[in-house]
């Protein structure tokens, strides 16, 4: 079975996770079936290892982590893909594929665009 980990950095302030939820509200209001989770670097929980830790209990064998970053910094190129290989270690069956920063995407950067020329208006 496959799952998702959207990976966000964390923050101290709480109301900062908001828009991880209405992401993942959308995703599960279109594939109900796919376990979706949120993981974070620091600041908040669940944790990144909690996140795939939960997934793995309830069956999962795939897992695509979606940073939710502007752009792939060092978090995302480097402390990344090492908490991903040690998880993997710790767990043979599981499969990790990281996907590009959210922000980086095409699609993202043309509604970001067409945001920011409404605000502009």
């Given amino acids: 079975m496959k799952g998702i980990v959207l990976f966000g ?52 064998t795939e897992i695509v982590v979606v940073p939710v970053f502007m752009a792939a910094g060092s978090h995302v190129k480097k402390d990344l893909p090492l908490m991903a290989a040690e998880i993997m270690e710790r767990h043979p069956q599981l499969e990790i594929a990281i996907a590009a920063a959210v922000g980086e995407s095409p699609q993202v950067i043309d509604a970001m665009a067409t945001y920011i020329l409404g605000a502009a208006g």
């Fill in 9 to 60: 950095h964390g923050a101290r302030n709480a109301e900062w996770v908001e828009p991880f939820h209405r992401i993942r509200a959308a995703i599960l209001a279109r594939v109900p079936e796919v376990p979706v989770e949120m993981g974070f670097l620091e600041l908040m929980r669940p944790t990144f290892a909690e996140a795939v830790d939960g997934l793995v209990a309830r069956g999962v």
